[in-house]
């Protein structure tokens, strides 16, 4: 599907104005440069719905397809596109846009211009991820949130160790990047020596069956990349550094959008263009996801900063997005779909309640807390939902994530499975245990007696969260519908080109020189994926 309106270049530019707009606006005028950057959000916001309800749910292939050469003589393009699997991420990063900037309207007052325009320079690099359908292009966006990521933590974080948190932020996702980089660059000069045609366009790529051998390097270099963005257990020690250093903002952004993109790396890039080594690494990938929930669950036990111990639960949750996602069937798959939009909106609402408390009291410490429910009322009703929430307590979004991860994934990796299942039981002791301390008994310190509640800006923060979090809960078919087509698409390509390429390799024809006798996708779905 083609849209004559371009809105997905929309979408992801707008944000690009904005910052354009605010570079003549004068520093000395806050409010301008936040309802400035307010307007531009809203605005990004608006034009997704548009791509929301315009997008056809009956049908898997890619839509509001826009391609324009860029430098062709390199076969890169400018392509952009989106089906279920992305639709969901696209709105939640444009859904969370406008409330980030009302969060921080009164927590950054230290450079607000400088803030603001990182913060839609980040918006944009985040968009142009999830709508990225050429190689190269999805590097550069990949590339470009590092910057305004890098700024938010090592500008506006705690003064004690931010600098340290942004370098190693940095230096963790660089190493990744620079060999999924080599990766890209081996796969398009191998492509194109097979079949006369040098591109970076990503759909294109899905037909070409790379030799075994060849996948398993490749994937590995992908593996890494994206395992230290999501991040999996071993590669995770950048991320409390980071969530603990970064302003509520960049934590709320960090743990809502910035780990998705490595999940749905894989689940866009990694998989399906190395479907042999990607089936063949389930296990141990797998293993490590488990070791994740589990590891996660227990540190963030022993916490003591509030902030420290969310940091943690992003760990042991996005495990069970892994767990999901390599047992590639259509159950696990929508799971660990519909999971990264849970853990967006719960572990993002955790971030807000975290740094409101903090705005108050300047302290994290759960020791320096106790029955802030009695002096903070609604305060304590929002803290207990998204608690709730993150636990995956029936009836609210974590639950619907959590039980489709585990139906999908038991048949494939039983014990695994069981192992992981253990996870919502520790989830659900490290949550409630940080919540009764911080929120039940009696107030113990004197400077938690005059607090005040939540005022009617930070109601208007958190209760667009709380209504998709019920609304997933209590209805998840409106988020589940879209994507299924795509996410069956998804299976059958990676169970088709994997049965190709171990034909091909037991036949000893890897080097066919017309990559179309190879072809995994039908010519009709081809012509409408280009559309």
Request: charged share 15%.
């Amino acid at each position: 599907m083609e849209n004559v309106s371009h809105l997905l270049s929309l979408i992801t530019f707008i944000p690009l104005l904005g910052a354009g707009i605010i570079l003549f606006i004068n520093r000395e005028c806050p409010e301008t440069l936040r309802w400035v950057t307010i307007v531009c959000m809203l605005i990004d916001f608006v034009l997704s719905l548009f791509v929301y309800f315009g997008f056809d749910s009956s049908i898997a292939t890619m839509q509001f397809v826009e391609r324009y050469p860029w430098i062709p003589q390199w076969g890169i393009s400018y392509k952009v596109g989106i089906d279920g699997i992305s639709l969901l991420l696209l709105m939640l990063t444009t859904f969370l846009g406008p409330i980030l900037v009302l969060a921080c309207w009164k927590d950054i007052t230290v450079r607000v211009k400088e803030f603001m325009i990182c913060l839609l320079f980040l918006q944009v690099g985040m968009i142009g991820v999830f709508v990225s359908l050429d190689l190269f292009l999805f590097y550069v966006f990949w590339e470009i949130m590092l910057i305004p990521m890098y700024l938010l933590i090592g500008v506006w974080g705690n003064p004690a160790r931010r600098l340290y948190a942004a370098i190693k932020f940095v230096l963790y996702t660089i190493v990744g990047s620079l060999l999924m980089l080599v990766a890209i660059l081996v796969l398009y000069f191998m492509a194109g020596k097979s079949t006369g045609i040098y591109t970076f366009d990503l759909l294109k790529l899905y037909d070409f069956a790379v030799p075994v051998q060849a996948q398993f390097w490749l994937f590995l270099a992908f593996f890494l990349a994206f395992a230290i963005k999501v991040p999996m257990f071993p590669f995770h020690t950048w991320l409390p550094d980071a969530h603990t250093e970064a302003p509520t903002v960049g934590s709320v952004v960090l743990a809502a959008v910035l780990l998705k993109m490595g999940t749905y790396g894989f689940i866009r890039f990694a998989i399906p263009l190395f479907p042999n080594a990607a089936v063949d690494a389930a296990w141990w990938v797998v293993l490590l996801a488990v070791i994740g929930i589990i590891y996660g669950a227990w540190v963030a036990m022993v916490q003591v900063d509030m902030k420290r111990l969310v940091a943690f639960s992003s760990v042991s949750h996005l495990g069970f997005v892994m767990l999901g996602m390599f047992a590639l069937t259509t159950q696990g798959v929508e799971g660990s779909i519909i999971q990264m939009i849970n853990h967006g909106l719960s572990t993002g609402a955790l971030f807000l309640i975290v740094g409101m408390i903090y705005e108050r009291r300047h302290t994290r410490l759960i020791s320096e807390f106790g029955g802030i429910s009695k002096v903070m009322p609604l305060f304590a009703v929002f803290f207990m939902i998204f608690t709730l929430s993150s636990i995956g307590l029936p009836g609210l979004n974590g639950f619907i994530g959590e039980f489709l991860i585990l139906l999908g994934s038991f048949a494939k990796f039983t014990w695994y499975t069981v192992f992981a299942a253990s996870g919502v039981i520790f989830a659900a002791v490290y949550m409630l245990w940080m919540f009764q301390r911080v929120m039940f008994g009696e107030v113990t310190n004197p400077k938690n007696l005059n607090l005040k509640d939540i005022d009617l800006r930070e109601v208007a923060v958190l209760t667009p969260l709380l209504i998709f979090v019920v609304w997933i809960g209590v209805y998840p078919n409106t988020f589940l519908k879209p994507m299924e087509p795509s996410v069956k698409n998804f299976i059958q390509h990676v169970e088709k080109k994997r049965a190709a390429v171990t034909a091909m390799e037991e036949s000893g024809k890897q080097n066919l020189p017309n990559v179309e006798r190879i072809s995994l996708v039908s010519s009709v779905t081809k012509i409408r994926a280009e559309r």
